[in-house]
């Protein structure tokens, strides 16, 4: 216990530190240089540690990585593409069908649900109260609300008192069997995927609420003189000026289901035919000790979240972000 | 459509017919409202209800069972703190985040402020690749970061841990704080530099006093990301006696030792402080998570 209160206070130090300890003797040092020359100084040496960390943790693991998936599970020598042809194998396929679905039903439901949230709490007085309530499962971790869902998914045997908060409901509004959610392959992959679209409603909501508030008055009163009704003026009005919005959820949470571990891990292990990629790499890795295949799916999610980093890079270029 | 038609109809039947109908729109809409928030609440609910209730109870009835017969029993907090190690666990979560959060927001504003006040070559550039990281999958860097701190040997220790997170959050930070530190007024910056101020100066005493508020809604979504975070500290801690919240709950979950009601104990503990932040500090969160997103 005293060495993770004395890594506490180290880390507390260290982090001014490191910043003053190159900020202070680099200005001090570019002080003597002509002012032309201090000003093209000056940026990098306040960008050098952001650069040293954002090098370590990022651009060099990028690198390394797809170095590392051409080679075999100890990295010692060349394999070529096996460890890809590996990938997109037989024993891989279930699990990318699993993530297919994940990033299909996932940021549809979630922006669907979102979307609705948001325009419902725009006309009611009590919209921040209400908004707490979706946004609290986003202040806990996956963790959390995997093993919340596992007891609200429990299973009894039939006729047995149903303990777990679904199958009471379902057994005595349908009379019909329990289910158990998340063994039973029918339903099993769309239990968790709720799991997560629990958790993630409440950012979802806040970024369209933002969106919603932001239309114009006069378009929807334009509109409503010009006798839209309801539907109308959300389908003319509403989706037209969220779009770009929706799209912002759309791609945060397909990015999200491409990489997502901790829900699985906890709730299934990926067993029951619910494993996804990033349980997927845990498991080659810390199971097989396999460093070849661990990187293949790395550099796999990559490629599969590129689209997406290229569509963020050139939104910022094009838009209001310089 | 009612609405149009409340503001124009003529004839007193006709309105109070749209009258009805806007009456009842107006139930549907509260209902959906309270059903959504019930539906969402529920679950948070039943966990909080369970964490006092004996082992013996839970697995005869279902939690709101405790409605009926309000038996409450503190022996789940007790055996999670004492008996799983959970207690330990609060300590290394406050280890893992506290210096995370500071050096994220130590590294993010230093790098904002390069970015948003300086004029240089590459700015731009550097500027989306930003922009570009933060997107990236963390799953990428575990291979190359593990063998780069096993070779340093400095596994088993926090260092590590701080370092990904931060890594992983600070393209996310800059991007949130190059907005608002490039809509600070230059004017206020000029005046002090022809007043003699160097840079550290105008970045310490004009830039970061201004910016408490971005600085806040940076901090509290990096403590809701580190704090909650399960892959990188498993890795890099392990589930022994550095392990985090997520970790401990995690492998409470998959092993089932000590059994479901201390395991909610576990988990209550867990995110009582994330659901404190978030209730009290609403206002700094919403603004993080908008000026992350809507941008563009």
């Known amino acids: 216990m005293s060495s993770q209160i004395l890594q506490l206070v180290l880390g507390l130090l260290a982090m001014p530190a490191v910043v003053l300890a190159i900020i202070l003797p680099g200005e001090l040092a570019i002080r003597r240089f002509p002012q032309k020359r201090q000003s093209s100084l000056r940026p990098w040496i306040w960008l050098s540690p952001v650069l040293a960390l954002v090098g370590l943790v990022i651009a060099y693991p990028l690198a390394a990585s797809i170095v590392f998936s051409f080679r075999d599970a100890m990295a010692s020598k060349w394999v070529g593409f096996s460890n890809f042809v590996w990938a997109f194998g037989s024993a891989m396929r279930p699990v990318l069908v699993n993530n297919v679905l994940w990033i299909v039903v996932f940021p549809l439901l979630t922006a669907v649900l979102a979307l609705s949230a948001a325009i419902m709490l725009d006309r009611v007085k009590y919209e921040r109260i209400a908004r707490t309530f979706l946004i609290l499962p986003t202040a806990m971790s996956f963790v959390a609300g995997a093993v919340i869902w596992k007891m609200m998914y429990t299973y009894e045997p039939p006729m047995q008192p149903q303990t777990g908060t679904l199958n009471a409901i379902w057994t005595a509004v349908t009379g019909r069997m329990p289910i158990a959610w998340l063994i039973d392959r029918n339903v099993n992959n769309y239990a968790l995927i709720f799991v997560a679209v629990w958790m993630s409603i409440g950012v979802a909501t806040l970024i369209l609420s933002a969106g919603v508030k932001n239309i114009p008055r006069e378009l929807v009163e334009a509109a409503r003189i010009d006798g839209a009704g309801e539907w109308s003026i959300f389908r003319f009005v509403t989706l037209p000026s969220l779009w770009p919005t929706i799209l912002v959820v759309l791609t945060t949470q397909a990015i999200f289901s491409l990489k997502v571990f901790d829900i699985v891990y906890v709730m299934t292990n990926g067993s029951f035919g619910t494993d996804v990629i990033a349980n997927r790499m845990y498991t080659e890795l810390f199971v097989k000790q396999n460093l070849g295949t661990a990187s293949a799916i790395a550099v796999l999610l990559l490629i599969l979240a590129s689209p997406v980093i290229f569509m963020n890079i050139k939104q910022i270029k094009s838009g209001g972000g310089e | ?296």
């Not at chain 2, 994220?104 to 504003?109: E, I």
């Not at chain 2, 300086?118 to 731009?124: D, E």
């Open chain 2, 1 to 296: 459509m009612s609405a149009i038609e409340s503001r124009t109809a003529m004839s007193a039947p006709m309105q109070s017919t749209s009258r009805l109908g806007n009456r009842l729109k107006q139930v549907a809409l509260h209902t959906a409202v309270f059903l959504l928030c019930l539906v969402w609440f529920t679950p948070v609910l039943s966990l909080f209800v369970t964490t006092f209730r004996s082992e013996s109870d839970s697995s005869r009835t279902g939690w709101w069972y405790a409605f009926i017969e309000w038996r409450p029993v503190l022996s789940n907090y007790v055996e999670a703190i004492y008996l799983t190690g959970v207690g330990r666990s609060v300590v290394n979560s406050i280890v893992l985040t506290v210096p995370t959060v500071l050096g994220t927001v130590l590294f993010s504003a230093i790098g904002a402020f390069a970015l948003a006040r300086m004029r240089f070559r590459g700015r731009i550039a550097l500027f989306l690749a930003m922009v570009g990281f933060q997107v990236l999958p963390p799953q990428l860097v575990l291979v190359p970061m593990l063998k780069f701190f096993l070779a340093l040997g400095l596994t088993g220790t926090f260092i590590p841990v701080w370092i990904i997170e931060m890594g992983l959050t600070v393209p996310f930070g800059i991007f949130l704080l190059y907005g608002f530190f490039a809509s600070i007024p230059s004017d206020l910056v000029e005046a002090a530099r022809i007043d003699g101020a160097s840079e550290p100066r105008i970045f310490f005493q004009i830039i970061l006093p201004l910016s408490g508020a971005v600085l806040a809604s940076l901090a509290i979504l990096q403590f809701m990301i580190a704090w909650n975070h399960l892959l990188i500290p498993l890795i890099f801690l392990g589930s022994g006696s550095l392990s985090p919240l997520t970790v401990q709950v995690a492998s409470l979950a998959q092993t089932n030792a000590g059994g479901l009601n201390t395991l909610t104990a576990a988990t209550f503990i867990s995110v009582i402080v994330p659901l404190v932040l978030i209730v009290t500090l609403q206002k700094y969160f919403v603004r993080g998570v908008l000026g992350g997103a809507v941008k563009g």
